[in-house]
């Protein structure tokens, strides 16, 4: 990998540390979090992802799924913190010559997402979120083929970077109705990777990167005071 990607990765992922250390300190004040509302609950939805990278050539997208739960902190009426375990599929398709390639990565994610949300009134708020994400490989599913002869090769032992660290942006919709103790959030975010998931001695640059849109269905459990 080039000298200035290195740097650049580097900068990216001590902007997030940074970022992450912020949100951490301002919800865990005495004084902050006695005020701070919680809501917890189930999201799922789909990830449309692919590889980007100076090595991604005739890429296409996958679409595969999201599961996991949250926990949204109301910390003050404009600023929300939402850590989030997720279980993903990451990955996509590609050709090289006469051979198409499928590549699958299962992941078990924890974004740290900080959400500035619109108070217009009522119990809608539109919002901005933003934040880290730490991605941990649980396994792969690699499978090859010749377009000559469709010879297949199906593989889980690939030298795929075990961890990845990258970061999500996106926009949202929070509705809260407190009467009915219910929280729904809605969100779509585009995520990226600052690692090269190539890990083998003759390494392809590769990164992580795509969309997701998620329902969250959370309880409030505390409402902000």
Known sequence: MKKSTLNSLYNGKNILVVVALTIIVSMTS??????VGLAIGPKGGIGITTFKGSDAQNVDSRTSWLGGAFLNAQISPVFNLQPEILFSQKG?????????SHL???????????????PIGGVVFPHILFGPNFAFKTNVDYTSEDTGNGTQVTTNDLDIRRSDIGGLAGV????????SGLFFTIDGRYGFGFNNLDTSENSVEIRNAGWSFALGVGFLLKQRQ
């Open 172 to 179: 949202g919709i929070d509705i809260e109705t407190k009467e």
């Open 30 to 35: 005495s004084q902050s979090f006695a005020q």
């Open 104 to 118: 699958v990565i299962n992941y078990f994610e924890v974004p740290v997402l900080a959400k500035l949300r619109l």
């Open 92 to 100: 996509a398709d590609y050709t090289s010559s006469d051979t198409r």
